[in-house]
């Protein structure tokens, strides 16, 4: 996965993350299958809601090429 700084995260838009905020950046394959990887970890604790995390997968599937 390609190092994501912090300068760089602060220029992407808005649209290169699943969630509002700067939440799961999916700005290319490897960060998109950390996203889910993430997201289902914070689901499974408690942290992160079914909803969000469907959305986090929807955004990240988008950029693997998932239907």
Request: net charge positive.
């Amino acid at each position: 996965m390609a190092k994501l700084t912090t300068e760089a995260r602060k220029k992407l838009p808005a649209s290169k993350f699943a969630l509002p905020g700067g939440r799961y950046p999916v700005e290319d394959k490897a960060h998109a299958r950390d996203a889910k990887a993430r997201a289902s970890q914070q689901e499974r604790r408690g942290n992160l809601s079914a909803a969000d995390k469907a959305k986090v997968d929807k955004k990240a599937d988008a950029v693997l090429g998932k239907k």
